[in-house]
């Protein structure tokens, strides 16, 4: 099982969109695949006594997360960073079992020209930290409401492309490291 992770909790978040296209290219190549949508975290994630008392849907998330052959994670930029629900949905997992040895791929999208470049290298940073498999095949969508918008959408565009190949050559990685069966 892949696990996309929406990296943010904005509603009617891009990243969303870009998570649904991303479903049905692992659905396409055999692959089966779920995606966590970080909106669906309620608002005590933020109390002070989340970290001691994780809310239900935290727990749910934790086992689908460990559950995890590899990981997809859709990282939008904010303020040339993840976002904050990521960071804190991150420092909710448990140590070191969430991401010790589990592969993670990474898509960095952004309003501005660089793409997400710096969330995602943000973020290979902290996996790296935990150990996680990064896999080195990034994609970063520049501009990418327009790309959304663009006549087809992402499945006509290159970057619609760009994905489909990240997502077989992370399946191949997966397979790889024996952490994928078919
Ligand atoms: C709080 C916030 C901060 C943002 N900061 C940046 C930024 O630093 N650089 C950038 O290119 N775009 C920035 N954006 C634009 C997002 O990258 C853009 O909205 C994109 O669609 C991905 O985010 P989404 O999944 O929330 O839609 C920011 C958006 C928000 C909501």
Redesign the pocket.
């Given at each position: 099982m892949i696990t996309i992770i929406?990296?943010?909790n904005?509603a009617?978040?891009?990243?969303?969109?870009?998570a649904s296209f991303l479903s049905t290219v692992y659905d396409e190549i055999g692959i089966k695949n779920q995606t966590l949508d970080l909106a669906e975290l309620p608002p005590e994630t933020f109390s002070p006594d989340a970290y001691a008392e994780k809310p239900a849907r935290v727990i749910e998330f934790t086992e689908q997360i460990l559950a995890s052959s590899g990981l997809v994670v859709?990282a939008?930029?904010?303020?040339?960073?993840m976002?904050?629900a990521l960071k804190l949905f991150i420092d909710m997992l448990p140590f070191p079992e969430s991401f010790e040895d589990r592969p993670v791929s990474y898509i960095g999208?952004?309003?501005?020209?660089?793409?997400?470049l710096?969330p995602v290298e943000h973020l290979q940073q902290v996996f790296g930290y935990r150990n996680a498999l990064n896999y080195p095949r990034r994609v970063f969508i520049?501009a990418?409401?327009s790309v959304v918008q663009a006549e087809g959408g992402l499945g006509k565009h290159e970057f619609g492309e760009r994905l489909r190949e990240q997502a077989k050559g992370f399946a191949d990685y997966c397979r790889s490291l024996g952490k994928l069966a078919d």
């Open positions: 929406i990296g943010t904005r009617g978040s891009v990243s969303a969109q870009v859709i939008p930029e904010y303020n040339g960073s976002a904050g999208i952004a309003a501005g020209q660089f793409g997400g710096r520049p990418v409401g």
